[in-house]
């Protein structure tokens, strides 16, 4: 059975700079048996409805500005997963998005742990006015998918609070508050302690600090639905305060 998982997918430049999550990634993606099918939750498609892709050849969407032009030529050329897609949508009570792209948060990722792109990728959306309760009840809804070979990821960030990073720091330099905020989750992970976590944003350290707003932590909890027994395949930050840890749940 496959796992579940949470990726920091850190910068939209992970792509063509993948530093020690690349290895890590890719590491990982060899080391899982390869699936079916990847049904991913991004940060980066935030929603009131719960919406499923369905698009049978989804776009590689640049949403982002202020980049070097060579990232705006990468390419992910996946394709989607529509009959997946309408299943998943019936799991849900969720309704199919025909037009829907692929966001950074998808194929920035997927391009280091999958490079040839041709396993089928269908993304579920995110309703983050909802909170971390609903991402829970939709990775259990999906949990059964792991066993019939489908990748279940959340992508996000373990840390994300763009107005704190220091765009000139080393990979050594780290900022306390970040790192406390990590040390919390992953306490509260290992523990296994759920509403812990689902209240994380009045008992965590520098929890506003470090999720400003939580659509970036909200993956998390997509995954950990979907899986049991917690894991660390990777732990680090860049740019002083972007954690970019990732979990597998098993």
Known sequence: MLPSLFISHGSPMLALQPGASGPALAGLANALPRPKAVVLVS????????????????ATWHDFGGFPQALYAVQYPAPGAPALA?????LLGAKLDTQRP????????LSLMYPQAEIPIIQVSLPSQAGPALQLKVGAALAALRGEGMLLIGSGSITHNLGELDWHAGPDTIEPW???FRDWVVE?????????LLEYRQQAP????SHPSDEHLLPLFFA???????????????????????????
């Open 43 to 58: 940060a980066h498609w935030e929603s009131r409805d719960l919406l499923v892709m369905s698009n049978p050849q989804p």
């Open 86 to 90: 309408q299943r998943v949508a019936d």
């Open 102 to 109: 692929f966001d950074h948060g998808s194929w920035v990722p």
């Open 178 to 180: 970040a790192l406390a």
């Open 188 to 196: 509260k992970l290992q523990a296994d302690d759920r509403q812990a």
């Open 206 to 209: 520098f929890a506003v600090r």
């Open 224 to 250: 950990l639905g979907a899986g049991e027994r917690f894991s660390i395949v990777h732990q680090g930050f860049t740019l002083g305060a972007l954690g970019m840890d990732i979990y597998r749940f098993d």
